[in-house]
C-alpha cells in the first residue's frame, strides 16, 4: 500500500468544527508561541487542581511540538521538499519525522 500526506489547514480545520473564528484569530495573533504554550498548560492544569503529576510533560514538549511545527509545514507548504526545506531538515528526515508522527494516511 501507498501511503499518502495528511494535508489539511489547521485554521480551516478548527474553524468549520466551530472551535476558532476571527475574532479568536485575532487575539490569539497578538500572543507569543511561549504565551499560546503556558496558557494551554496552565488550563489543562487547573482542571486537574494545578498537578501535571505523572505526565511527564518536560520530557514531552518535543514530542508536542515536533508534532506541532510538522502540521504546520504540511499545512503551508505545496510538496515534501518545500516542508522539509521549511522545517531546515533534509527529505529523508521530514518522510521519516511523518510516519514517526503518524502524518500519514493510507
Known sequence: KQMKE????NIN???QKGLLNNELLVLISNLTLEDLI???IELASSHLKNRLFGLDIWKKMDYITKEALLRVAI???????EASRFLGISLDS???NLQKYNMYKE
Request: aromatic letters at 4%; glycine letters at 0%.
Open 38 to 40: 503556558a496558557i494551554k
Open 75 to 81: 499545512s503551508c507548504t505545496k510538496s515534501n521538499s
Open 13 to 15: 480545520s478548527l474553524t
Open 94 to 96: 521530514y518522510r521519516k
Open 6 to 9: 495528511i494535508k489539511t489547514n
